[in-house]
C-alpha cells in the first residue's frame, strides 16, 4: 500500500511530471499510484525524492487494527475548545470503541466560551494559548483542535516551522506538539483552508505535522450532510499519527436527522421576524418543501432547502429563516451541530448563536474519531 497519488496531488504535481522527475514511464507510475506494482527501492526512493517526502511516509504497510492497545485513559487536550464540539465526539467515539478518555487540558480565549464549557463539562477552560508555555501542559496521548485559517508570512529564506507559522494558531499547535509528542492528533478546519493563499496555507501545515514534526498524515473536506445532520457544513479534517495509517474517508450513514427531528415545536414568538421582512422573503420566494430553511445570500437572493446552510458565528441574524418565517432557536442551532439536548444553554441567545456557529458537527467528527482512533494507536 503506498500514497504516491494523495502526496503528489498535494503538491500539485501532475503525473507526467512525477514521471519525468523520478524517471520512469508515466504508465509504471499510474500503476504504482493504483497499488498494481511494488517499485523497488531505488524507485521508490526516486518518487519520494521527487515529492520531498520521507520514503516511509509514502510506502508502507497498513497496520493491523486488532493489535490496538490503548492507553488507559488515553489522555487527550481540547485546544480552542469554544463549546465542547470535540469533546462530545471523542466521547461518542470512546464509548463505541470501549476507551476510557480522559481530557487533561482545554483551552480557549473567549469567556462565554469559557462559561458554557464550564457549566457542561465542570472544567474552566485556560484562557489564550499563545501564552501558555508547552512544558506547563500535562501529557496526553491525542490532540483535537479546530483552529482559525491565518496566512503564513512565508518569505524565501524563512526555515521550519517556527519561522514559517509563527503569529498564527497553528503555529502553537505545532510548538505543543512538538513539546508534547502526543501520539496523534486530529484537526479541523474551514473548507477555504484548501484554497487559502493559492493553498500554501495547507500546505505548509501539512509540511510542518509531516516533515518537520515526523507524522503520518492525512486530510479530507467532509460535509456534515453525508453524516446524518440537515446542515450543509463542509469543513476540512486533518489527522495524523506517529503510526502509519491509511484512512478510508468514505462513511455510510444509517440513520440520518431531518429537519423535523432538529425543529421544536413550541418557539417563542421573539424568534419570529418582523411582518415586513417576513412578507419581503414571501414575495421573493416560494419554498418547494415544508418545513425548510430560507437562505439569503450576499446579494439578496433567497434560496430554500430541507437542510439549513452552514451555521456562521458572525452572520447577520435574518439570513436563515425557517420556512421563511422565523430564526433558529439557539437549541435548534446547537442540534444542527449534533449537541445533545442536555447541553446546558447557559449564556444569552446571541452568544449561543455564535458558539453553534463556531462549533464543529459532533456527528460527524465523531465518525472519523471512531475510525481513526484505531489505526493511530
Ligand atoms: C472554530 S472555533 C472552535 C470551536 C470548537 N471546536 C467547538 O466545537 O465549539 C475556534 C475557537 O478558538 C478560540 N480562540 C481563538 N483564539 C484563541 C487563542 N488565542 N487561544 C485560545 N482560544 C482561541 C475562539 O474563541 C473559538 O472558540
Known amino acids: 500500500m503506498n500514497r504516491v497519488q494523495e502526496i503528489r496531488k498535494e503538491r500539485n504535481i501532475t503525473q507526467v511530471q512525477l514521471a519525468k522527475y523520478a524517471g520512469i514511464s508515466r504508465k509504471y507510475l499510474s500503476n504504482v499510484e493504483n497499488q498494481l506494482a ?24 497498513v497496520p493491523k487494527p486488532n493489535i490496538t492497545v490503548y492507553p488507559k485513559p488515553l489522555r487527550y487536550i481540547d485546544l480552542f475548545c469554544g463549546i465542547g464540539g470535540f469533546r462530545y465526539a471523542s466521547k461518542g467515539a470512546f464509548d463505541k470503541l470501549g476507551i476510557n478518555g480522559k481530557c487533561v487540558f482545554s483551552s480557549d480565549i473567549d469567556k462565554y466560551a469559557q462559561q458554557a464549557y464550564e457549566a457542561n463539562f465542570g472544567e474552566k477552560p485556560v484562557g489564550d494559548i499563545t501564552k501558555v508555555d508547552a512544558e506547563s501542559i500535562p501529557d496526553f496521548d491525542l490532540l483535537f483542535g479546530g483552529f482559525p485559517c491565518q496566512a503564513f508570512s512565508i518569505c524565501g529564506l524563512m526555515k521550519g516551522f517556527e519561522d514559517k507559522t509563527r503569529g498564527t494558531l497553528f503555529f502553537d499547535i505545532a510548538r505543543i506538539i512538538k513539546e508534547k509528542q502526543p501520539q496523534a492528533f486530529v484537526l479541523e478546519n474551514v473548507k477555504n483552508l484548501a484554497s487559502h493563499d493559492g493553498g500554501k496555507t495547507l500546505q505548509t501545515i501539512l509540511e510542518t505535522l509531516r516533515d518537520e514534526l515526523g507524522y503520518h ?15 450543509k457544513r463542509e469543513r476540512i479534517i486533518i489527522v495524523g499519527s506517529k503510526k502509519p495509517f491509511k484512512m478510508d474517508w468514505n462513511f455510510e450513514i444509517k440513520n440520518k436527522k431531518t429537519l423535523n427531528d432538529i425543529l421544536e415545536k413550541k418557539v417563542d414568538p421573539k424568534h419570529y421576524a418582523s411582518p415586513e421582512i417576513v412578507a419581503k422573503r414571501k414575495a421573493m420566494h416560494t419554498a418547494k418543501v415544508f418545513p425548510s430553511i430560507w437562505h439569503e445570500n450576499k446579494s439578496g437572493n433567497i434560496s430554500s432547502y430541507p437542510y439549513s446552510c452552514a451555521l456562521r458565528a458572525g452572520a447577520s441574524y435574518n439570513y436563515l429563516l425557517v420556512n421563511g418565517e422565523r430564526r433558529l432557536t439557539p437549541r435548534e442551532m446547537l442540534r444542527l451541530q449534533g449537541f445533545p439536548d442536555d447541553f446546558k444553554i447557559v449564556v444569552s441567545d446571541c452568544q449561543t448563536r455564535k458558539q453553534a456557529g463556531n462549533a464543529i458537527p459532533v456527528d460527524m467528527v465523531k465518525m472519523v474519531i471512531e475510525r481513526f482512533i484505531p489505526m493511530a494507536f
Open 38 to 61: 511494488n517499485p523497488s527501492v531505488d524507485v521508490a526512493f526516486r518518487i519520494s525524492t521527487a515529492l520531498s517526502v520521507d520514503i516511509d511516509k509514502i510506502f508502507f504497510d
Open 217 to 231: 498524515v492525512d486530510y479530507h473536506l467532509l460535509n456534515a450532510l453525508d453524516f446524518g445532520l440537515p446542515q
